[in-house]
């Protein structure tokens, strides 16, 4: 009888054992899944926010792209204008009978030159500002995520 209660005590002893560490395995496994659902989680999470990332610079450089083609256009525009009304000048000053007439038309010329050419650095500086503003803009936005991902990090 004792040998059998020593066999019965044994086997619960064994049988305890086998409970706990099938708890401890279970809970172990239960871990270890959570943790790689949580780096899934975090690997997507990157892995969409590189995405974003891309994107607003694709954005930011498309608007530059045009903004660049926008000024070209401009200034060939007033290239061509300025180089014809420098050539309309000088024929007029050609027409000149009097070295006087030639001061007045070379200062009126020279005056609406310098005009013509302010207005046009003036709204030349306009256009590159917006056109800073925009292409900023993607990128602006990007930087404010990556303040708030760090800012909720540290929170954690």
């Known amino acids: 009888m004792a040998a059998t209660k020593t066999a019965k005590t044994v086997q619960t002893a064994a049988e305890d054992a086998a409970n706990t560490f099938k708890a401890m395995t279970s809970v ?3 871990k270890m899944t959570e943790g790689f659902e949580r780096t899934m989680t975090a690997m997507s999470e990157v892995g969409a926010f590189g995405k ?5 610079f694709v954005a930011s450089a498309t608007v530059a792209a045009k903004g ?3 000024i070209s256009a401009r200034a060939a525009t007033y290239s061509k ?3 014809e009304n420098h050539m309309a000048a000088t024929k ?3 027409t000149s009978k009097s070295v006087q007439e030639v001061a ?3 200062a009126a010329y020279a005056k609406s ?3 013509a050419y302010v207005a046009e650095m003036t709204k030349m ?3 590159m500002t917006g056109m800073s503003k925009e292409v900023i803009a993607p990128l602006n936005e990007r930087v404010t995520a990556v303040s708030s991902l760090m800012q909720a990090g540290v929170s954690r």
């Open 104 to 106: 007045e038309k070379q």
């Open 81 to 83: 204008s300025a180089m």
């Open 92 to 94: 007029a000053i050609m």
């Open 125 to 127: 500086t306009e256009l």
């Open 28 to 30: 172990g496994q239960e």
């Open 52 to 56: 974003e990332n891309v994107e607003a």
């Open 68 to 70: 660049f083609e926008t």
């Open 113 to 115: 030159a310098f005009e």
